[in-house]
T-cell receptor
Framework: DTGVSQNPRHKITKRGQNVTFRCDPI?????LYWYRQTLGQGPEFLTY????????KSRLLSDRFSAERPKGSFSTLEIQRTEQGDSAMYLC???????????FGQGTRLTVV | DQQVKQNSPSLSVQEGRISILNCDYT??????FLWYKKYPAEGPTFLIS?????DKNEDGRFTVFLNKSAKHLSLHIVPSQPGDSAVYFC????????????FGTGTSLTVIP
């Protein structure tokens, strides 16, 4: 399977704990995006990378959130001191260049209890 | 500030008939539009896209129409099949300015056998 892969698929954590998610994009894609989706809403943009450079961050990405793409391949999204409002589906997508459609992974469902 | 709007949360259509899903946008800088299909607990799956230099793009049973003056696009599915039942998201981007994708809130399509 050469699609976008996200791990874990599900994560339940206690409020205040840190969590980290991983995304492996399609190998030849140089752009990688993180989105968050809550019930009844469309995906909301969090941040994106071109190769290893983080080029844009949304206002939604508070200082508790950090994303990395150290070698321009896989990416991690870390949430520190999780809050119940962080409960959502976290989606990763990748695309080839500026003109390519984004292909999404299956997402990581985070539940903060 | 919802820049992409899908005003119909749900739509029911008989099998074999046409499904028309609508999407409006507010940002005149958007020049690339996409439709995604999403099943529960999965990430969005890319369906079809259209560039602002075109007013129609067709792929099998799926056709997307773009009316730039009205800032409106629609997805036509003909004929509709029960397997088309899913949530459909419209997305838009301004490829010259950051390339993040803005999503609508989705329309849940039910195709009745």
């Amino acid at each position: 399977d050469t699609g976008v892969s996200q791990n874990p698929r599900h994560k339940i954590t206690k409020r205040g704990q840190n969590v980290t998610f991983r995304c492996d994009p399609i190998s030849e894609h140089n752009r990688l995006y993180w989105y968050r989706q809550t019930l009844g809403q469309g995906p909301e943009f969090l941040t994106y990378f071109q190769n290893e450079a983080q080029l844009e961050k949304s206002r939604l990405l508070s200082d508790r959130f950090s994303a990395e793409r150290p070698k321009g391949s896989f990416s991690t999204l870390e949430i520190q001191r999780t809050e119940q409002g962080d409960s959502a589906m976290y989606l990763c997508a990748s695309s080839l260049g500026q003109h390519g459609e984004a292909f999404f992974g299956q997402g990581t469902r985070l539940t903060v209890v | 500030d919802q820049q992409v709007k899908q005003n119909s949360p749900s739509l029911s259509v008989q099998e074999g008939r046409i499904s028309i899903l609508n999407c409006d946008y507010t940002n005149s800088m958007f020049d690339y539009f996409l439709w995604y299909k999403k099943y529960p607990a999965e990430g969005p799956t890319f369906l079809i896209s259209i560039s602002s230099i075109k007013d129609k793009n067709e792929d099998g049973r799926f056709t997307v129409f773009l009316n730039k003056s009205a800032k409106h696009l629609s997805l036509h599915i003909v004929p509709s099949q029960p397997g088309d039942s899913a949530v459909y998201f419209c997305a838009a981007s301004a490829r010259g300015t950051g390339n993040q994708f803005y999503f609508g809130t989705g329309t849940s399509l039910t195709v009745i056998p």
